[in-house]
């Protein structure tokens, strides 16, 4: 069974259709990277795999476990999804430690002791284990997002979404967020990231899927995408981008 199904996704904000008919699926361990200009709906894609928004039409199956199915919790479900955004959101008044142990204290069914050691070994994991007790405001950017991905992950969730994890930081910052990441696809994470970094999407995704205006135009693996497009749309972005 696909750890993810989509099946005829529909999403509309009043009269706008942003989605529009998508199919797709994702298995355990895969990492699908999805591209697309401007507008096409990526993030709010994104955002229907945890019903950040509520979806219009069709389903997303998560684990054989309908998102819309009313009988199921989906806070639950919810906990499985980690998510990271372009702005980290970190809460500004909790130490980056703090940050990171406040949802699994609150949800996870374990003693303060085991949530504090998950999340310093995590911290080691995004490679600040010596920032667990200062604030947001005194990291880089690049560091508040490496921080941002530890708190996502202290849920222990099965999937990972990222949306342009990387968009907001200065360029020198990008390599080590992207490390990171690709330390959790190798190790087996389920990942769906929306992202600009082609490099990235070339050497660690496992599919890649092009959007525009709301429709999935192109899918494959990237040597597909990247090197053997098939639609012009996809033709045109990538000369646009690489
Ligand atoms: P992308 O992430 O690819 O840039 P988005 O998913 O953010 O695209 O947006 C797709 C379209 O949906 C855009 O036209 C955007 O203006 C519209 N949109 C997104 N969120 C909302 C919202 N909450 N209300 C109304 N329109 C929205
Ligand atoms: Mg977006």
């Not at 361990?29 to 019903?51: A, D, H, Q, W, Y």
């Not at 002791?113 to 007790?133: H, I, Q, Y």
């Amino acid at each position: 069974m696909p750890k993810l199904v989509v099946k005829h996704l529909k999403k509309n904000f009043g009269d706008l259709e942003v989605l529009k008919d998508l199919n797709f699926e994702v298995e355990e361990g895969e990492v699908v990277c999805i591209i697309g200009p401007s507008g096409s709906g990526k993030s709010t894609f994104l955002r229907c795999m945890n019903r950040l928004e509520e979806i219009t039409g069709g389903s997303v199956i998560i684990d054989g476990v309908d998102l819309a199915d009313p009988s199921q919790n989906i806070n639950k479900v919810r906990e499985n999804i980690g998510m990271v955004f372009q702005h980290f959101n970190l809460f500004p008044h909790l130490t980056v430690l703090e940050n990171i142990m406040l949802a699994p204290d609150e949800l996870k069914d374990e003693t303060s002791e085991e949530t504090r050691k998950t999340a310093l070994s995590l911290l080691e994991t995004v490679g600040l284990s010596d920032k667990a007790d200062v604030y947001p405001k005194s990291l880089s950017g690049g560091q508040k997002q490496r921080v941002a991905i530890a708190r996502a992950l202290a849920m222990k969730p099965d999937i990972m979404l990222f949306d342009e994890p990387t968009s907001a930081l200065d360029p020198e910052m990008v390599g080590d967020v992207l490390e990171v990441m690709k330390k959790l696809a190798r190790e087996g994470m389920t990942m769906l990231v929306v992202t600009h970094e082609m490099g990235f999407a070339k050497e660690v995704a496992d599919h890649v899927v092009f959007m525009d205006e709301g429709y999935i135009m192109e899918e494959g693996t990237p040597d597909q995408v990247f090197n053997h497009p098939q639609n012009e749309r996809t033709k045109d972005f990538l000369e646009k981008v690489l």
